[in-house]
């Protein structure tokens, strides 16, 4: 409940409405990601009629409360209950529209899956592992990573390497390639511009000595601190315990990989890493972590440690929420950019602007073009001017629109537009501006131009 009345009140962030408004044109795949988060909130917004954030939210607040199912099969009450507890899981994974959603309820199926299979040796299970293993890659492809610790588990595992010479684990990679074939054929008609996008951010040529102290630390804050540590040192006990307790080895190897790998890179990449990008490694470590909260839940320090950060998230969601909804906080006076730009939708754009059905709108980033066309509606075509466009360049290519005239929004760097743009087009003329509204005062103003005749795009040389 409180996850609905959170997805209810807060509008879309910048990378949920770029998904949604750059994900009505269905596809096999997409510029950023693999589809399943794209055909989630596509799917919704069809099947209900609406694209309001609570609507486009349904699937992955659901998908989260299966994935608290499958933590309580893997790992008890407690892991299931501190994954709920950790920000970066129970609040944005769990609520949002973004790809982390199916991918840790993906994973946690694959994990459950390949648990079974090894203590079972059924087909099926095996099966299911490939199953939900290409499901975890058809949602977002850092999943690599954690299937390369599977892979790792084997060969380490003295009791289970013996499986590689059977048929049942390349079964499942079969299944689990099957299911991501969609994604490959997508990238070959497309130049491969998805794997080069994703590859390329870990690609750079200056050293960050502590760019992986930074990274590590900034993944605590997303876990939250006092579950972050206690996790490290379940993961460091069950390392030392060796492949003797595989089941425990096993989750220490699944979660290696995307821990690991995202804080090397941060120590070369000329690109930031993202805090959330490593979270699927925490997630396997919670199964651990639940079992020895339950050996010492009795002891008053850590009873008190539990319920007090329950509410404590409970609080700051309540707070997040109503300051968006009611705006009660003057943020505007703390801080030099007010948070509520992003947390809010632009929606009263459309009755500023009054733009009939059909009408063309240019934004000069992707950013500002996905809050911009989620604002205006599906009836409003709104493309991405910038060599950067993302997906909205396969969605919405502006070269498609040589020759028409258009509006221009520009929420930011409003002078800029004639300098940058003024070559494309025959004509742009300054039209004032507009302001975003929200409970009943202007958050920014949004510079409007009247754009005569897109010559050509995209930009020579």
Not at 119 to 141: D, H, I, M, N, V
Not at 295 to 303: D, E, K, S
Not at 328 to 340: A, E, H, I, S
Request: proline residues 7%.
């Amino acid at each position: 409940m409180l996850r609905f009345g959170f997805g209810a009140a807060l509008g879309l962030g910048v990378d949920e409405s770029y998904m949604v408004a750059s994900g009505r044109v269905l596809s096999l795949g997409y510029f950023d990601h693999p589809p399943a988060a794209w055909w989630l909130s596509w799917g919704t917004a069809h099947l209900f009629g609406s694209e309001a954030p609570i609507v486009v939210r349904l699937p992955f607040i659901g998908l989260f409360a299966l994935s608290t199912w499958l933590m309580y099969r893997l790992g008890g009450f407690w892991a299931a209950l501190l994954l709920n507890l950790s920000p970066v899981f129970g609040v944005t994974t769990g609520t949002w529209v973004l790809p982390d959603g199916p991918l840790d309820c993906a994973l946690l199926g694959a994990a459950l899956c390949l648990m079974r299979a090894l203590e079972r040796g059924t087909l099926g299970w095996w099966l299911g592992a490939g199953l939900c293993a290409g499901l975890a890659l058809f949602s977002k492809y850092s999943a690599v990573l954690t299937l390369a610790g599977a892979v790792g588990f084997l060969l380490t595992s003295p009791q289970h390497r013996r499986l590689l010479a059977g048929p049942k684990p390349w079964l499942a990679l079969a299944v689990a390639l099957l299911v991501f074939s969609p994604v490959v054929v997508w990238n070959a008609r497309h130049g491969w511009a998805s794997f080069a996008f994703q590859g390329g951010r870990a690609e750079g040529l200056r050293f960050h000595p502590l760019g992986p102290l930074a990274t590590l630390g900034g993944e605590a804050l997303f876990v939250l601190p006092w579950i972050w540590a206690p996790l490290m040192v379940v993961w460091v006990v069950a390392f030392r315990r060796g492949p003797a307790a595989w089941r425990s080895w096993l989750l220490c190897w699944l979660a290696a990989p995307p821990i690991v790998v995202f804080a090397l890179i941060s120590a070369w990449s000329g690109q930031r890493v993202l805090f959330h990008w490593a979270a699927p490694g925490y997630l396997m470590l919670f199964p651990l972590l639940g079992r020895e909260v339950a050996q010492r839940i009795h002891r008053p320090p850590v009873r008190r440690l539990a319920w007090g950060t329950a509410g404590f998230v409970v609080l700051t969601v309540a707070v997040v929420a109503t300051q968006v909804r009611f705006d009660w906080l003057p943020l505007g006076q703390l801080f030099r950019r007010d948070p509520d730009i992003e947390a809010v939708d632009w929606t009263s754009l459309r009755g500023e602007l009054g733009l009939k059905p059909g009408s063309v709108v240019g934004v000069p980033n992707w950013r500002d073009a996905g809050k911009i066309a989620y604002a205006l509606g599906p009836d409003v075509t709104t493309i991405c001017l910038n060599r950067d466009a993302r997906q909205f360049g396969f969605a919405f290519p502006a070269a498609r629109f040589v020759g028409d005239d258009m509006l221009i929004l520009a929420p930011e760097h409003g002078e800029r537009v004639l300098a940058e743009l003024g070559g494309m087009f025959e004509a742009i003329e300054p039209r004032g501006s507009v302001p975003v509204r929200h409970a009943g005062r202007t958050l920014f103003n949004v510079a409007v131009f009247h754009a005569s005749h897109l010559r050509v795009w995209p930009p020579p040389g």
